[in-house]
């Protein structure tokens, strides 16, 4: 009787494991679809501050009394020049690759005050793979946990 319990409970157990597998891949294009919806939402961002930029530049000054209109161009260099989208590779674990993702990732994430910490860290754990996605899997995805999992990555 008891091999049998046993023997059926690990029946179970493998078939949570294959749904688990399946729930966590599916999480994971999830988070994918999350973080290139933050990087659109980024984007736009950038676009209505340049404009925002632009209108300020030409505006209304008070000289005596009297209002004087004058066009103070906006800098070309910030409303024609795009840089291109900075694509950050995901990380394995590779000590070669951590130099190359460390300096994008402080870069284009983690140095960034407009995102908040819980966004980092949904890059982070977007951008890992392997033994270091592992490091923090278990790190619950919130605003205060962030440091904890850059710390261990870093």
Do not use: C
């Not at 933050?38 to 505006?59: C, P, T, W, Y």
């Amino acid at each position: 009787m008891k091999f049998l319990y046993i023997y059926i409970r690990l029946q179970i157990l493998e078939e949570l494991i294959v749904d688990f597998e399946r729930l966590d891949s599916k999480l994971s294009a999830e988070e994918s679809e999350i973080m290139e919806f933050e990087q659109r939402h980024f984007d736009l961002k950038l676009k209505f501050q340049d404009k925002i930029d632009a209108i300020d530049a030409s505006r209304s000054i008070n000289v005596s009394g009297q209002n004087i209109s004058i066009a103070i161009p906006a800098e070309q260099s910030n409303t024609n020049f795009r840089l291109p989208k900075l694509n950050i590779l995901v990380f394995s674990g590779k000590f070669e690759d951590w130099i190359n993702f460390k300096d994008l990732f402080v870069t284009a994430v983690h140095s960034q005050p407009s995102l908040g910490n819980i966004q980092k860290f949904q890059y982070l754990k977007g951008l890992l793979s392997d033994e270091p996605a592992s490091l923090i899997k278990h790190i619950p995805l919130s605003n205060e946990s962030y440091e904890e999992a850059w710390g261990k990555i870093d």
